[in-house]
Each structure stands twice: as C-alpha cells, then as structure tokens.
C-alpha cells in the first residue's frame, strides 16, 4: 500500500449527500478479485451516458477534475453495500483522500484498509472547500497527515481528526497484510517452536 504523507492535489466538488457504494461501482463491476482496473467504472451510471459516451456534466468528465485525488461530499458517503470495490474504485482512479460530513462505517474502514484516507468535516467547512474546489486547477488543497491539517488554497488550516494507529498505517503504507508481517520474526519463532513440540500439527510459512 502506497504511503500517505502530504498530498497537493486537484479536489472534486460532488456537492450530493448518500453516495451509495453502487454509485461508486455498480454491481455488475464486482466480479473481479484485483485491486486494479475498476477506475474506469467508478461512478459509471454518472459518469457514462446509455451510449456509453461520458456524460460532460458530471464533474469527473471535466477538465481539471478528470485528475482529482482528492474528492468531497456531503452526508452518508460510502452508504448501500459493504462492497470493498468501492474504496478499490476511487484508488484505480486516482482519489487518496474522500471528505465529507459522514460517512458508512464499513465504507470508512475499507478506505483506511485500502490507502484512502477519510477527513470527517462539519458539512459548512465541506461547502467551504466544494467553492475553493470549484475554482479550478490553480487552487489546490493540501492534506497533511502528520500535522492532521487540510491547507486551503488561502493558506487557511483546518484540522482533523484520525486514530492513531490508522494514522500510523497510512503513514508506514501498511494494510492488514503488512501490519502482520511487521511481526514476522515473532511469527517464525513461535512456528519454529511449536514444529518442534508438536510435530504433527500443520505448519504456517511466510513467502
């Protein structure tokens, strides 16, 4: 998982309150198990029109938006579905960051899971940054997670709040996976241990 430090980036004003998981990736998409090649279909039903041709309305099609990293809402985002393709889908395209007033649980926990991280703002601060957004290319915002701020394009901070040890792993680019084998040695000790005491019991390897 890519670290997340500091980002400077284009943000996308999406000014709609329950952005369910199947308007982030529609369920036909879901047959895939990889992480990577979703970013296409993200927000299909609004981003395509029946032709297949891209709606010019949607703020994704639109020049500079097409290279957003970071996008902002309104309330419940992330609702519908426990789908992990979701958070899949906004990574493949390219968002690092989601701010919105609130979000579904599942959904703010599987974009922690997957590099994305989710800024809980009051919803007059959101329609703050949608106008700063809204303001094209030249103003960027910035995210920076060590200090917990977002950096208008005025200089203006607004802090956050982010646990801890979610802080820690998006910092260190550690999902699950590598959360475990930051204790690989303890894991291969007491593996080797047991091999030892127990023989007959089925062994676990690290690749």
């Known amino acids: 998982m890519d670290k997340f430090t500091v980002l ?6 999406m000014p709609q309150e329950n952005i369910d998981t199947d308007k982030i990736i529609p369920a036909r998409f879901l047959k895939t198990t990889k992480r990577s090649g979703l970013g296409v279909h993200a927000f299909d039903s609004m981003r ?24 902002i809402t309104h309330d419940n985002l992330g609702c519908g579905s426990s789908r992990e393709h979701a958070p899949w889908a ?10 919105a007033p609130s979000f579904a649980d599942i959904f703010f926990n599987n974009c922690f899971k997957n590099g994305i991280l989710p800024i809980t703002l009051p919803r007059e601060v959101c329609d703050e940054l949608m106008a700063d957004a809204r303001m ?6 910035t995210i920076d997670l060590p200090r917990q ?8 901070e607004i802090p956050f709040e982010v646990d801890p040890l ?23 000790t007491f593996e080797a241990r047991r091999r030892h005491d127990a023989p007959w019991m089925p062994s676990i390897t690290i690749d």
């Open 90 to 99: 906004l990574l493949d395209f390219g968002i690092r960051c989601v701010i």
């Open 149 to 156: 701020v977002v950096v208008r394009p005025d200089g203006r």
């Open 8 to 13: 400077t980036a284009i943000a996308a004003p």
């Open 166 to 188: 979610r802080k820690h792993l998006l910092l260190e680019g550690l999902d699950d996976i590598g959360q475990t084998l930051q204790h690989e040695s303890a894991i291969e």
């Open 48 to 71: 395509y029109n029946a032709d297949g041709s891209e709606n010019p309305d949607f703020v994704l099609n639109q020049t500079p938006y097409r290279k957003s990293q970071i996008l």
């Open 136 to 141: 094209g290319e030249n103003s960027r915002i």
